[in-house]
């Protein structure tokens, strides 16, 4: 009897052995259940943010729908022309006036929801109408998002540099629009103008000046000629040292722009093209420097100077008197 008992016992205890050996091997088979779960969560991830990332670029680049609502009247530029009135002399924007005024501006920005030379070529027949339209928004863009902010951006490199051009978009003619996107996208891809890097307005003391009036068609060739001379002739762009020519960022950064409208043959010196907007002498703007002075420092091949390029000063060109931070 004492055998049987051991023997029954081994035999319930091999029982249950067997019984922990079968839920073990039953483990071991679950075992890659929660990797999978987690390739599975890794992978539904990397979709989520491979789609936001698809749609980041979509929203920079100007290429996400908008809604054309129905205009009320056909399109104009005579409320943005009373706004430009607040633009001095000097290039400088009074601000603060045209925000006690901005009801011009917001109903001139409202309309170019309806309006753009993509879905309504019929209001923009020609290449002028189209790159004066484009021209115009962008100015009108930048001062709404300058005014929003006003007065506590001073700068358009708050909070972090490049979030003033990429971050806010508009609708325009069926396009949610950035500054970005009709920067780059649109007006230096649909338009081989380097002239218009001379007169695009970024809001920035060191940048191109605003006009005080708007571009026009019919005068938009004679307008981009005198932004262009204004901003080369302009010391804080163009300066002479010596055999030293200290030169605005922006001609480095659109450089290719710049040499691809020379002639054949000068197309290896950004000088070339600053040359041919410098003033022959300087009774409008004394103490210039001129196309001679430029000759003389660099040499009739204009190479044998040495450039150097100046950073922008991005401060806002407020032309009203503002109180310092410790006034605030």
Known sequence: ???????????????RWHRLALVYAARR????????????????LFASMSMLAALAALHVQGLLPASVPSADEPF??????????????????????????????????????????HNRPDVFPTSEDALAFWLNTYHALVLQQV???????????????????????????GRRMTLWSLRHRVLSGEF?????????????????RMDSSHFQPEYLDAQLNEASRRFVGDKRHVR????????????????EDFLAALPEGRRGNVLQFVWAFLPDTCEERPGCDTRADL?????????RCHIVFEAEDTSLPDAAARPSRTER
């Open 76 to 117: 104009h530029y005579q409320g943005f022309e009373k706004v430009l009135r607040h633009v001095q002399p000097d290039g400088d924007v009074d601000f603060s006036s045209v925000g006690r005024e901005r009801a011009e501006l917001d109903l001139f920005v409202a309309s170019l929801a309806s309006f753009s030379p």
């Open 1 to 15: 009897m004492a055998s049987f008992c051991v023997l029954a016992g081994r035999e319930t205890n091999g029982g």
């Open 29 to 44: 088979v679950d075992a890659p259940l929660p990797s999978r779960r987690r390739y599975l969560v890794a992978a539904v």
């Open 295 to 303: 000759d003389h420092a660099c040499g009739p091949k204009l190479d």
């Open 240 to 255: 002479l040292d010596r055999d030293t020519v200290h030169l605005a960022r922006l001609f480095e950064t659109y450089r």
């Open 147 to 173: 005014v929003d902010g006003y007065p506590y951006l001073e700068s358009v490199e708050q909070p972090w540099p490049g979030r003033f051009f990429w971050a806010r978009s508009w609708p325009v003619g």
């Open 192 to 208: 081989a103008d380097p002239r218009v890097h001379l007169a695009l307005f970024h809001a920035t003391r060191g940048g191109p």
